[in-house]
C-alpha cells in the first residue's frame, strides 16, 4: 500500500476501513544472511539500507520488546548537523541530507520539520568557539549564522537577556536543524525494511551469540537459535551487556537521560533553543507541549527512569533562561538509557569476532544520526569497508589514541 494524499482522501470516504497493520509479525527464520539485533531507529534504519541499496532482503530485525520501546520513542527529537571536527562533522551532515530526502524514501510522513535550532552564547569565549563551529559547518554545507544579540532578541524576546550571571549574547543558528517525530521514523523504517522482505521479529531477546572458531554462527533468543552469516548489533544503552555475552568489553558506560513536556501551549517558540551556560534545550511540539531535557544522571544505570536531582538541574536552567516556563504545568518525564562512549562520539565499526559488528556509542545525540548510521551500518555488513563518512567512528580508536574529542555532543561520561 502507498502512502498519499488521495489515499488519505479514499480512506476517509470509506471509514478508513482499508487500512493495513505497516508491518508483518513473521516468525522467526531458521537462518538469514543478516541478522540485526535491536528494533530501535539505528536497527530498523540499518535493515532498510540493506534491503534498498545493497539488496540483501534475507534480514531479520530481532527486538526484545516491542518496537519502539527504547530511545527511538523517548528522544527529544531534535535533528541538527552543527558538529565540529572533520570526523564528525561530514557524518551529521550526510545524515541531515538523508533526513531532507527521507519522507519520500520511505513513503512515509516522519513530521521532519526544519524549524531551525539556535545555541545560544553567554561570552566571548563562546562567541569565538561557535564562530569556529560555523565555519566548520559551512565547510560541508551545512549552513550556519552566527547571530548578535539584537538578532536573538528579534527571535525570542522574552529569553532572559539581562540575567547577571548568563546574559546572552547572541547565538549560532542553523536554520536547517529541527525536528522530526520520532516514533514516526521507527515506524516508517520499519514499514518500508517489511515491504522489501525483512522479517521484523519483536518480542524475540538476544540471550547469546553462537562463535565457532572466532566466528559468528548466529544467535541465541528467547525463542530458539537462529542462524546468520553475519550479525550486526545495535542496542544502544543496552551495548555493554549484549556484547559482553559475546566476550567483548566496550568503552562505552550506560547513563540514564530524562526529558519533560509541559501541557500543551499557545505557539510560543517556533524552532529549538538551547542555553549555552547550562544544560537545557527546549522545542514546542507540534501539540503544543514545550518539550525539554537537560543532562544526564551522573551514575551508571539500566533504569529507563531518572531521579528528582537531575529534574532539579534542569529546571533550573530552563528558569535561567526563560523564567516564564515557570508557570508552564508540567505534563509528564520520561527517561532513556544512553550508550556513553569515552570520547562522546559513536562506534560503527567490526569486531574482534569475525561477522560480527557493533554500532553504539550514540551518547545522547543518536536520533539525528538515524538515517547515517543506518546508511554507514549498512554499507559495512555488505561490502566489509567503513561508509566513506563514519571512517572515523573506530572501536579501537581509544586504545589507539585516536579519540574524536567533540565537544558539542554533549554530556560525557569522563566529565561525571
Ligand atoms: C530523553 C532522551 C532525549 C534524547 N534526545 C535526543 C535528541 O533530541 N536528538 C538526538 O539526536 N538524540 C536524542 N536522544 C538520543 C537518541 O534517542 C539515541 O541516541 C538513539 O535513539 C539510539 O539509537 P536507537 O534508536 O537505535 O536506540 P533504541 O531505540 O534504544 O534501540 C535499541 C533497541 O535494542 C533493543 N535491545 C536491547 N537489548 C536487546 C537484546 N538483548 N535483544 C534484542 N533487542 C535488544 C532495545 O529494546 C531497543 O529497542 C535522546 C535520548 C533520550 C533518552
Redesign the pocket.
Known amino acids: 500500500m502507498k502512502f498519499s494524499g488521495f489515499r488519505v482522501f479514499a480512506e476517509a470516504l470509506r471509514g478508513h476501513k482499508g487500512w493495513k497493520p505497516l508491518w508483518r509479525d513473521p516468525a522467526p527464520q531458521s537462518e538469514y544472511d543478516v541478522i540485526i539485533?535491536?528494533?530501535?531507529?539505528?536497527?530498523l534504519a540499518t535493515a532498510f539500507y540493506l534491503a534498498e541499496v545493497h539488496g540483501i532482503r534475507k534480514v531479520a530485525v530481532?527486538?526484545?520488546?516491542w518496537l519502539?520501546?527504547?530511545?527511538?520513542?523517548?528522544?527529544?527529537?531534535?535533528?541538527r548537523s552543527n558538529y565540529l571536527l572533520p570526523g564528525n562533522q561530514p557524518f551529521y551532515e550526510f545524515s541531515m541530507k538523508l533526513w531532507e530526502g527521507l519522507e519520500q524514501a520511505i513513503n512515509f510522513n516522519a513530521m521532519v520539520s526544519q524549524r531551525g535550532i539556535l545555541n545560544l552564547y553567554h561570552s566571548d569565549g563562546q562567541r569565538d568557539a561557535y564562530r569556529r563551529r560555523g565555519n566548520a559547518m559551512h565547510l560541508t554545507g551545512a549552513g550556519a549564522e552566527l547571530l548578535d544579540q539584537d538578532a536573538v532578541r528579534r527571535m525570542y524576546p522574552w529569553l532572559n537577556f539581562e540575567n547577571a550571571r548568563f546574559p546572552i549574547k547572541g547565538g549560532l543558528l542553523q536554520r536547517r536543524a529541527g525536528t522530526a517525530r520520532h516514533d514516526g521514523v521507527a515506524w516508517g523504517y520499519a514499514r518500508a525494511a517489511d515491504l522489501r522482505g525483512v522479517d521484523i521479529i519483536q518480542n524475540?531477546?538476544?540471550?547469546g551469540f553462537r562463535i565457532e572458531n572466532g566466528r559468528v554462527q548466529g544467535v541465541e533468543t528467547n525463542r530458539g537459535t537462529i542462524g546468520a552469516k553475519k550479525v550486526g548489533v545495535?542496542?544502544?544503552?543496552?551495548s555493554s551487556?549484549?556484547m559482553a555475552q559475546a566476550g567483548l568489553r566496550l568503552p562505552i558506560e550506560s547513563h540514564v537521560?530524562?526529558?519533560f513536556v509541559t501541557e500543551g501551549l499557545k505557539p510560543a517558540i517556533d524552532g529549538v533553543i538551547t542555553f549555552g551556560a547550562g544544560h537545557f534545550y527546549v522545542s514546542q511540539s507540534d501539540k503544543g507541549g514545550l518539550v525539554f531535557?537537560g543532562d544526564i544522571d551522573g551514575y551508571n544505570s539500566y533504569a529507563q527512569r531518572g531521579n528528582l536531582p537531575v529534574v532539579e538541574d534542569v529546571l533550573e536552567g530552563g528558569m535561567a533562561l526563560m523564567p516564564r516556563i515557570g508557570r508552564a504545568r508540567l505534563l509528564r518525564s520520561?527517561?532513556?538509557?544512553?550508550d556513553m562512549s569515552m570520547d562522546g562520539s559513536p562506534i560503527i565499526d567490526r569486531t574482534p569476532v569475525d561477522g560480527l559488528y557493533l554500532n553504539a556509542g550514540?551518547?545522547?545525540?543518536?536520533?539525528?544520526?538515524?538515517p547515517a548510521s543506518g546508511y554507514a551500518f549498512a554499507h559495512l555488513l555488505a561490502t566489509d569497508t567503513p561508509h566513506e563518512t563514519a571512517t572515523a567512528y573506530r572501536l579501537d580508536r581509544f586504545a589507539r589514541g585516536y579519540v574524536i574529542d567533540e565537544k558539542g555532543v554533549g554530556a560525557q561520561p569522563n566529565l561525571h
Do not use: D
Not at 37 to 43: K, L
Not at 68 to 79: C, F, V
Not at 362 to 370: L, M, P, R, S, V
Open positions: 539485533v535491536g528494533g530501535g531507529g539505528h536497527g530481532l527486538e526484545k520488546g519502539g520501546s527504547g530511545n527511538i520513542g523517548r528522544n527529544t527529537t531534535i535533528i524475540c531477546e538476544v540471550t545495535a542496542v544502544a544503552g543496552s551487556r549484549v537521560l530524562q526529558a531535557g520520561w527517561a532513556g538509557l544512553m550514540w551518547c545522547y545525540g543518536g536520533f539525528k544520526a538515524t
